[in-house]
């Protein structure tokens, strides 16, 4: 392969050139296995410190080679306060379509976070506490996951542009080269349904090579393009239980958890409306005047345009139709926000740039130190050919049957348990309720809103449920609820996972469980929290007040405050500025 002579000639050239150093070595010490399904797994255990700082908490690295140029990361975590031979197993993986998962672990539920001088320090709120945790890279050439390894630099779109050899021309803008995977749109998948078999592989790759961490049940959590993902990849599961393929094995899938979904564009591009004009979000932030209103109104609902594009996208299934009608959709709709108003998609109390999460992270994964700690192949960045896989079939703009997904996994005795926070507009709450409802779970149309009771005795939210089935609205919390809630998160996230009640943690659920109270969640925050100018990036975020707390340099480092941190690096390492989700990598 022409990549491996340019590797070898460039350890040689090392010595010579210090520019070298901007691509990455790769490793020489991942152990192979061959998981079940004949899956080859390389993996290697990450030393402490480098995220988990517990040297009695183990993590490891590596990647399940599902098939011929597809290579898909994963970094997993020993639970910390439960045996982690008989704990649970969570997987968690990001949206997009083409987010990393790296970007759940650093910036929401991992064990740990990155400072603003690359420093880890430990999240005392991480999901690890509870539950082995799997991070998953998905699909191929997402995050760490490669197709093969290539030198590269990334234009200003994001669009990698291979080297032929380890040199770092002078043309590349600073900051740029490195090693990539190649981009390739054939060598990745184009649809959900299509990303599915090779997550599942992933998953057996993982439970043949460590099966001591994979006992006692599997959990899966996502958030935001993972309303697509999760209820497909999970029907998938169920589908290959009935029928094991040769050499693969069950996978006894309990719970499934998705955050600010997105779930059906035709309820979710109907629901930017709603959170913008009316009935509105309770921040009491209604910025548009009536031109504006009946603009955004007319692009939704006016002949031709939104609701009937993605009809017609529906009529006929063509890639094509689907395809404008998304971009239609997701210019003339939902990015009315960002160009009207400057604000931040994911969490609408912040101008943008948005400093929240915080992204050092990004930086710490591209040293050398880090990426030879956990074994990878690549820089960690965004490929552009994921999305750009996606956008060819009009997967964000079709439904695909995530409702249907959902109801047969709750018909099928899984916990489902559906979760928002409010103050996201991108893959907002009152969307997502409307999808809760048309879930149709058993009693959920006669279950009302309680009041989410958590540990330190703040009302963080409100849940309905009915059985094992839950939508939970989270106060005050953008479209990543574990940042700007971790202590409700986690208990929410423990309670699912245990099979009990969101609503207070302390009852088993059964079929006959509901909650009782009002049919709608009223709360409003008022716009006490809204920002009305742009927050300075050098502040950390107080999950106490709900608002930008102190700088970084005195806020205090260690556990108890790390819930005050805020970060924003070079936005979106290698991100390509989408033209509809602006945030790299972030997208959905
Ligand atoms: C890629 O990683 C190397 C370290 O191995 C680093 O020097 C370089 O700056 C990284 N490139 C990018 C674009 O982050
Ligand atoms: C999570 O685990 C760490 C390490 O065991 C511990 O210090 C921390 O208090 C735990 N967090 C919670 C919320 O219990
Ligand atoms: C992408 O990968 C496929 C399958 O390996 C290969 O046939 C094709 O030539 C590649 N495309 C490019 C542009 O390299
Ligand atoms: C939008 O608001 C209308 C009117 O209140 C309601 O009927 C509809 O269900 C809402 N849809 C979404 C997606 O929020
Ligand atoms: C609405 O649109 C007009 C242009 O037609 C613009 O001048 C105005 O500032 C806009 N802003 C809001 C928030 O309504
Ligand atoms: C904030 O909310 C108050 C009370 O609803 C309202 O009077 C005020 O105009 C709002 N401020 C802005 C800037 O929207
Ligand atoms: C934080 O940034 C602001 C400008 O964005 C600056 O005025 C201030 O001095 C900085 N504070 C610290 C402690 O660095």
Redesign the pocket.
């Known amino acids: 392969m022409a990549s491996l002579v340019a590797l070898a000639a460039t350890t040689a050239l090392t010595t010579l050139n210090p520019v070298q150093a901007q691509f990455v070595k790769p490793p020489t010490d991942l152990k192979r296995v061959i998981g079940h399904y004949n899956i080859p797994v390389r993996y290697k255990e990450v030393p402490t410190g480098i995220c988990e700082l517990d040297p009695n908490v183990k993590s490891y690295s590596g990647y399940a080679d599902v098939g ?2 597809q290579h898909i990361f994963f970094w997993f975590f020993e639970a910390r306060e439960v045996e982690p031979e008989e704990a649970p197993l969570t997987v968690w993986i990001n949206g997009g379509p083409g987010s990393s998962s790296m970007i759940g672990l650093f910036e929401e539920l991992g064990p740990c976070r990155i400072d603003p001088e690359g420093k880890v320090f430990s999240n005392p709120y991480s999901w690890s506490n509870v539950s082995n945790m799997l991070f998953i890279d998905q699909p191929s050439q997402v995050g760490f996951s490669y ?1 093969y390894p290539v030198p590269a630099w990334t234009s200003e779109s994001g669009g990698v542009v291979v080297l032929p050899e380890e040199v770092c021309p002078d043309y590349a803008p600073a900051g740029t080269c490195g090693s990539y995977a ?1 981009p ?4 990745t998948a184009n649809t959900t349904p299509a990303a599915a078999p090779n997550f599942w592989k992933t998953l057996q790759g993982f439970m043949g090579a460590f099966p001591k961490y994979s006992r006692n049940g599997f959990h899966f959590a996502t958030e935001s393009y993972g309303g697509h993902y999760g209820p497909i990849f999970n029907q998938y599961i169920e589908k290959q239980n009935k029928k094991l393929p040769h050499g693969a094995i069950k996978i006894q899938l309990e719970t499934v958890l998705i955050g600010n979904g997105w779930y059906d564009p035709y309820v979710q591009y109907q629901a930017y409306y709603n959170f913008s004009v009316y009935p509105g979000n309770t921040y009491d932030y209604s910025p548009f005047d009536e031109s504006n209103a009946s603009m955004f109104y007319n692009n939704l609902y006016g002949k031709g345009n939104c609701l009937d594009r993605l009809q017609h996208c529906k009529d006929t299934g063509d890639n094509a139709i689907c395809r404008l009608a998304d971009n239609f959709c997701a210019y003339m709709v939902e990015l009315v926000y960002d160009d009207v108003l400057g604000r931040d998609e994911y969490d609408m109390r912040y101008l943008t740039p948005d400093p929240f999460p915080y992204r050092y992270y990004e930086s710490y994964l591209n040293t050398p130190a880090v990426q030879s700690a956990i074994g990878a192949f690549t820089n960690f960045s965004s490929n552009g050919a994921v999305g750009d896989a996606f956008d060819s079939t009009g997967d964000d703009g079709r439904e695909i049957g995530t409702i249907e997904a959902l109801r047969s996994l709750v018909h099928s005795g899984v916990t489902v348990a559906m979760y928002a926070g409010d103050a996201d507009y991108n893959c907002n709450w009152l969307g997502n309720e409307v999808s809760a409802n048309s879930v149709r779970a058993p009693g959920f149309s006669s279950a009302g809103y309680r009041d989410m009771r958590t540990s330190d005795g703040v009302c963080h939210g409100q849940v309905k449920q009915a059985g094992k089935f839950s939508f939970t609205r989270f106060y005050e919390a953008g479209h990543e609820v574990p940042f700007y809630q971790p202590l409700a998160s986690l208990e929410f996230f423990t309670r699912a996972i245990q099979g009990r009640d969101i609503e207070s943690g302390k009852h088993i659920v059964g079929p006959s469980y509901r909650t009782e109270g009002p049919l709608k969640s009223t709360y409003r925050e008022g716009n006490g929290t809204v920002q009305f100018s742009v927050t300075p990036a050098n502040l950390t975020y107080d999950v106490i007040t709900n608002k930008p707390g102190a700088p970084w340099s005195v806020a205090k480092s260690g556990g108890e405050t790390m819930i005050k941190r805020s970060f924003r690096g070079p936005r979106g390492v290698g991100g390509r500025p989408s033209k509809r989700r602006g945030l790299g990598f972030r997208f959905r």
Do not use: A, K, M, R
């Not at 390739?184 to 060598?187: A, D, H, K, R």
């Open positions: 011929e140029d197709s190649y390739n749109i054939t060598l």
